[in-house]
């Protein structure tokens, strides 16, 4: 695969940041508010807009440092490719569940946006070879996000609910390692 110029991985992470302010405001919201409704944002919760403000801002802010530098790094030239669409998939489906089920997975995506996706990147870099284990390591804990998500929607299962926070954030972390490898 092809380098991708520096301009080309500061709109994939312009972009990414972009969602993940978008996925802190929902679930900011949520947690200030009590609903995902822009009219109760605005009208009746009125209070609470400058703590959702500064939530989507701190988001918008970790996610522009830290873009800035990983688009400068050498480190992360030949894994930036695999390392954005792991990115962009777990976003996704933190993004999927925000707007299904705000009251059970907010505060996990709060915890989530927060640093652990950056935590994620950061390990990333640090074995690049392209083994089966970085693979399985990668697809796995997509796997296992979407079952610890998907768990989320069972009512029966529903009680042990504060157990896949951490979960989530392992196979957060992991799917980003994971996704490290050369091509």
């Known amino acids: 695969m092809d380098k991708l110029d520096r301009s080309h991985k500061t709109l994939l992470i312009l972009a990414s940041v972009v969602v993940k302010s978008f996925l802190m405001a929902i679930v900011s919201s949520y947690v200030f508010c009590g609903s995902i409704n822009p009219y109760v944002l605005f009208f009746h919760c009125i209070n609470n807009v400058p703590f959702v403000a500064a939530s989507i801002a701190a988001v918008a802010l970790i996610g522009a440092f830290f873009g800035y530098y990983i688009t400068k790094l050498k480190s992360f030239d030949s894994i930036f490719p695999h390392l954005m669409m792991g990115d962009f998939i777990v976003t996704a489906m933190y993004f ?79 799917s980003l390692f994971g996704a490290g490898r050369n091509k």
């Open 96 to 174: 999927g569940a925000s707007f299904s089920a705000p009251s059970i997975i907010a505060s996990k995506v709060m915890f989530w946006l927060f640093g652990v996706w950056i935590l994620g990147m950061l390990l990333a870099p640090f074995n690049k070879e392209r083994t089966i284990l970085k693979k399985v390591t990668e697809y796995g804990a997509m796997v296992a996000l979407g079952a610890l998500l998907t768990a989320h929607f069972i009512p029966f299962l529903q009680e042990y609910e504060s157990s896949y926070t951490l979960g989530m954030m392992v196979s957060g972390i992991l």
